[in-house]
């Protein structure tokens, strides 16, 4: 996952609102969102590489999700794959809060991310980039390939986005999240982040909606949980053109 905006308890009917692109290369073999055949209550998609995810929910009702921290002078090998640690925060037996600090403890084990994940004791980000674990408060927030909330272009307008949708009519809000996630209009030079890759690559991974040759988005996914129900909305981006899965869960 290469961009995740979310809205934490501001909304009237929905607790949590996700909206998120997964950016990677083409020919990394994935599998689309489905209820996984060794962990049934997973409801995710799956890198079928690393056999890891970059975001999922729970029949349950916890969510967790996953963002690169872009740094291309980093060491990666010889690092577990970042995957892995969304899978283990759903299939986490005990209080996410537990496992999200536990992480401190192995944050060196992984390559940079970022990590969202919650439950119904609260909502918690980590990075192992970043100054320690973090109780998420009601907001509305975005990380990509940063810390969150740091103001890259894609983040501000991707979250300036999702507050006037929260703020508006709530009629066709999961279209309007997509059409959100679908900006592919390049940030000016000026507001391009310095992340240690080309001017020419900075450009082409300024859109909240990314195309290149051989790499972009893959897929978006939109999430609207209550205290009632989750449902989870992915479309797949690929040479065969565009397919949708959608499902309903009760809490």
Known sequence: ????????????????????????FL???????HYWEDWPDILAGRDLEKMGTWMGV???????????YRDPKEVTEGK???????????????NVEDYMIDLGERKDL???YNLL??????????SNKGQGLKKIVPGIYGVSNHLLNTEWPKVQKGKAGMSKMINGDQDGMVERLFGILQDTDQAPDELLPNTGVSLEWERRLSPLF???E????????????????IHYVERVFSMEGISEQKYKIEL
């Open 80 to 94: 577990r794959s970042r995957g892995e640690l969304v899978a283990d925060a759903l299939k986490h037996k005990g």
């Open 214 to 229: 051989n790499y972009g988005t893959r897929s978006s996914t939109i999430m609207l949980m209550s205290d009632k129900e």
């Open 27 to 33: 020919g990394r073999p994935t599998s689309s969102v």
């Open 117 to 126: 994940a919650g439950d119904g004791n609260g909502l918690f980000y980590f």
């Open 1 to 24: 996952m290469c961009l995740i905006l979310f809205a934490y308890q501001v909304h009237p009917i929905y607790k949590l609102i996700v909206a998120a692109n997964r950016d990677e």
């Open 110 to 112: 992984y390559p940079g």
């Open 210 to 212: 990314i195309k290149s």
């Open 58 to 68: 729970t029949t349950t009702g916890r969510f967790a999700a996953l963002t690169n």
